[in-house]
């Protein structure tokens, strides 16, 4: 039972991952390179498909060509936010329709490797902020994606997988700690130094931090 | 008015492009170089969207990374085919979820353009092949779209425009025709000379030398 898992290197995506593999799915981890500021997490990415015994492959794509996103471009990254803050608007970190474009290509191994699911990471913490990470647009997104290929016309069915949807940060933590994630060679922060170390201001590393400080695991 | 309009280079997505700009759009012009082997297609793209005045981006993306059709492997292009024959099975020239990932990026760069209009130049004669060309398709992508941005958050309305959707091929040569369409500078073969001549035997051939006859129009 095959099944395409978006690898971004961080925390969610890799008990995502985990998640994928302990119910049982052949995993084929997808990961793309698009110009972000974080490369340092395609390295985590690389390391965690291994420990899972996934195939991965990264894709390059040129979100800069577009631009508009602290992420990809010289915007500064916020730092010191706290999750009102966060929660306020829609974040500069959000990359236009970044979830949609990576959701394609994954629909697009998909029918390649005879995968009927397709699972991503995105969860209740994002969705305050990225539109793109709603339950609603995610069953927009299958709706479509069973229309899309020759895979659905033949009658196989694709199912996006939330499995961390409805999850806070700390329960995506013990979900995690309860499958034996290796939390070590995972990488959140948007900010990284040019040695991958974390900058522990951004976003990204206060909710992880967070998170970890809730669900009372030590983050190695 | 901004639109970002999908342009191949080839007949339908120029006739498409001359569509929108007389209709008043200010169109931004997105080609993909995705390893096709008909790589004259984008000389064409370049030079089309100069005619029209088109911002013009091209995207790079790997879509041979996941293989899977004629157009980007080594499978031979299907030569010498009748209608009846093309239209009975999806063809080997179709890559997996190729209008999905187009579409995700152009609705990314609608986003940024501000754009509330997508451009695609699918047809009837596609959609007897290919899944991701029929209209129920395009109005669960539309749907999606407008769950999936930030524009769409704050009320922008996305729509995927396909004004050629009903068209044969002869009715798309006689739109151009009467929109005085360069259609010497288009191209549409998939299997070309190196020097960017077309075969005149594949199905790309076939049916635009069919759509010119019917239409009682030269090809120059």
Redesign the interface.
């Known amino acids: 039972m095959k099944a395409v898992c978006l690898l971004s290197g961080g925390l969610d995506s890799t008990v995502c991952l985990a998640y994928a593999r302990t119910h049982g799915y052949d995993a084929c981890a997808l990961s793309f390179d698009y110009g972000q500021r974080h490369r340092a997490e395609l390295k985590s990415a690389a390391i965690v498909a291994e420990v899972y015994g996934a195939e991965h492959?990264v894709?390059?794509?040129?979100?800069r060509?577009?631009?508009?996103s602290a992420l990809t471009d010289d915007i500064a990254v916020p730092k010191g936010r706290d999750e009102a803050q966060m929660g306020a608007e829609?974040p500069v970190t959000?990359?236009?329709?970044?979830?949609?474009?990576f959701l394609?290509?994954a629909?697009?191994?998909a029918?390649?490797v005879g995968a009927g699911d397709i699972f991503i990471g995105v969860n209740a913490l994002d969705y305050s902020g990225y539109?793109?990470c709603?339950l609603?647009?995610i069953r927009?997104?299958e709706?479509?994606?069973n229309?899309?290929?020759?895979a659905?016309?033949e009658g196989r069915v694709i199912r996006i997988r939330t499995p961390l949807i409805t999850l806070s940060k700390a329960g995506i933590v013990r979900l995690g700690a309860e499958m034996g994630v290796p939390f070590g060679l995972t990488h959140s922060c948007y900010d990284p130094s040019p040695e991958g170390k974390a900058c522990g201001a951004c976003d990204a590393c206060v909710l992880r931090a967070k998170g970890f400080r809730e669900a009372g695991v030590e983050d190695r």
Chains 1, 2 share one sequence.
């Open positions: 492959r894709v390059k794509i040129d979100l060509a577009f631009g508009h829609i959000y990359v236009p329709a970044r979830n949609t474009i394609s290509f629909l697009a191994w029918e390649v539109p793109d709603r609603e647009y927009a997104f709706e479509m994606a229309l899309a290929t020759k659905a016309v």
